[in-house]
């Protein structure tokens, strides 16, 4: 092949986005260039599996038997790269539109990553379909030639400099497909070398599923092999990690994997991983959640979302099944029976992981790490999955009053409930240091409840999907109805006398005043042991629960306005009652009181607003 131009092509300029694509490319990346052979390796092995497609249903192609494979040959000498598939192949309309201004789109979304420092540039290139662009970064000059599998197509080359324009001219091919060749700049000649390739290949495209020929004795470099076709007992522990990372490109060994081979009821191959972070790393192969779908040993989906439930889209893998229907669109499955099963047998499958890594006692800190990273996804299903929410609730994990720095199960708290207790405690907020303050909780702590801290934003929509475990309705302390459980020989501790009611009575009238209509009543409570006062949502109102998802979901919502119980029996409100009305400390404490109560509650609009009164309250402490 020459790399010459040829003196009768017409250059033909590139799109300007293209040109400033090119510009960052070759100027951006020197430190990860090797890149360039794993995106074109990508698109050759694209253009395999579309012409496997077409093939499916039309035998009228181009060369119908040549292998589908990809060639690697490297001159060192001239340092050249030549890289050839027999794939789908283009047309000089194709070469012209594919490779000048097809990334019209893509490349101006590549550009405004770049611009934004928002990514690493070798990690997007392919997301934004201009992958081939990264060539340049290694090429003096580049030569694409290519014939399409129409019968009637006739070959063409392309051909540029990276610089401003490219030329289309009519060429000699008689196969099918497209090899591209790459005369490398000199500070780029280690690629021409052969073990550099291998290595490269081996790192990024071991398990393409085409073979790779390297070289003029046609070794085949990658595996091909997809593991998930293999026999379970046939794939050794460091196999399945060595493909996690092929896949993922996360360095982490996943926290657990399935494989799956099974012909009935349907014919089924899958390899399933659940990853050790919830975090995609900057050079994540991955872009999107969703399994890779093959059907025929064609992938016809690179995200399918519709195979698992939404909340287990954090489970990475391959599936695999010569059942699946395909519509005629190729990146698209038609919803089917079949599908349903799929769905049906990887569900389970995920559960079965879960599942051992709660059970696995050898190493607990794995589902540790599991829940820390992924106990969002459970809460969500809990929330959303009607019919499958109870297979949800065994892996729930929370912080309790009792063991506020370990994790428990639903089943912990169960066999740790008090003789006679009849529901499970729990209480809800933002923050768990403000929760274990919470007034709410004088009364369990006193008597020695145990009480759920949910402290997370989607604890109140999950709780809306969990109102009993195992029989055991599940009650929020908060709730102003609550029926206090009733302690079988326990004893509390001795409190101060409760303030004479004629003296309570006018220490209420004072709040209520003071307060006006930010509060729907001042009353006292016997529910209080320590604390001087707490917030309940009066009756007729939407509970806890609701308030904070109405809250979240309705920008403009605003949180009604609550009822001020007060503690009797707490010297702080019986010195408050012997202070004059008109002394100015009483409307000061007052305010006080009811901004701490909004504070405990998540409620407060504006905390630092409270810190000239705090001061005032000091200034004065000081004095007396």
Do not use: C
């Amino acid at each position: 092949m020459s790399q010459a131009a040829p003196e009768t092509a017409q250059p033909i300029a590139f799109k300007a986005e293209i040109r400033q694509l090119l510009d960052i490319l070759i100027h951006s990346l020197y430190s990860e260039r090797d890149i360039f052979l794993r995106e074109l390796i990508s698109n050759a092995s694209d253009a395999l599996n579309r012409l496997r497609f077409e093939m499916l249903t039309n035998r009228e192609v181009h060369d119908p038997e040549a292998e589908l494979a990809i060639h690697i040959t490297a001159d060192k000498d001239n340092k050249t790269i030549t890289i050839s598939d027999t794939g789908i192949g283009m047309t000089a309309e194709e070469l012209e539109t594919n490779l000048g201004t097809i990334a019209q789109s893509g490349a101006r979304e590549f550009i405004k990553a770049a611009q934004e420092n928002t990514a690493n540039l070798s990690d997007i290139i392919g997301q934004f379909g201009v992958g081939f662009y990264s060539a340049f970064m290694v090429a003096q000059s580049i030569t694409v030639t290519s014939r399409s599998y129409r019968p009637e197509a006739q070959a063409a080359r392309w051909y540029s400099e990276g610089d401003e324009t490219f030329t289309v001219t009519p060429a000699d091919k008689p196969e099918r497909g497209t090899t591209i060749e790459i005369k490398l700049k000199d500070d780029a000649a280690e690629f021409a070398d052969e073990w550099r390739l291998r290595e490269i290949i081996r790192k990024h495209s071991d398990y393409v599923a085409f073979p790779i020929y390297l070289g003029e004795d046609k070794e085949q470099i990658n595996r091909q092999t997809a593991l998930w076709r293999q026999p379970v007992r046939a794939v050794k522990d460091e196999e399945y990690d060595e493909f996690f990372k092929h896949l993922t490109l996360d360095p982490q060994p996943p926290l657990a994997r399935a494989h799956i081979v099974t012909d009935a009821p349907i014919q089924l191959y899958a390899l399933l991983y659940i990853p050790a972070s919830n975090e995609r790393g900057i050079l994540s192969l991955r872009k999107e959640d969703g399994l890779k779908l093959y059907s025929r040993n064609v992938l016809i989906q690179e995200y399918n979302k519709d195979l698992l439930p939404e909340y287990f889209r954090f489970v990475q893998g391959v599936v695999d099944s010569e059942d699946i229907p395909l519509n005629v669109s190729r990146e698209m499955v038609q919803a089917s029976p079949v599908m349903s099963r799929i769905k049906s047998i990887l569900t389970g499958r995920v559960h079965n992981m879960i599942r051992s890594l709660a059970e696995d006692k050898d190493n607990p800190e794995k589902y540790v790490r599991f829940w820390e990273n992924f106990g969002v996804f459970v809460k969500e299903g809990i929330a959303t999955d009607m019919g499958g929410r109870e297979k949800l609730y065994p892996y729930l994990r929370f912080r309790t009053t009792r063991f506020p720095d370990q994790w428990s199960s639903l089943n912990d708290y169960l066999g740790r409930m008090k003789p006679g207790q009849k529901k499970i405690y729990y209480i809800l907020g933002d923050d768990q240091r403000s929760l274990v303050r919470s007034p709410h909780l004088d009364y369990f702590r006193t008597h020695g409840y145990e009480v759920i801290l949910f402290d997370e934003t989607i604890d109140s929509f999950m709780l809306l999907g969990l109102q009993k475990y195992e029989g055991f309705e599940l009650q929020n302390v908060a709730a102003p109805d609550l029926e206090l459980p009733q302690p079988d020989g326990d004893k509390a501790e001795k409190e101060a006398d409760a303030m004479p009611d004629e003296q309570f009575a006018a220490l209420v009238a004072r709040f209520k005043k003071q307060l006006g209509e930010r509060v729907t009543d001042v009353r006292p409570t016997d529910r209080l042991h320590g604390s001087i006062a707490r917030l309940v949502d009066p009756e007729g109102t939407l509970g806890q629960e609701m308030q904070r998802v109405y809250k979240l979901m309705e920008k403009d919502y605003q949180t009604p306005a609550k009822v001020l119980e007060l503690n009797p029996k707490h010297p702080t409100l019986a010195a408050l009652g012997a202070l004059d009305e008109d002394d100015p400390l009483s409307a000061a404490v007052i305010e006080q009181i009811y901004d701490s109560a909004l504070l405990i509650e998540g409620l407060h609009p504006d905390p630092a607003g409270m810190i000239p009164r705090i001061e005032q309250l000091m200034a004065a402490a000081l004095e007396r």
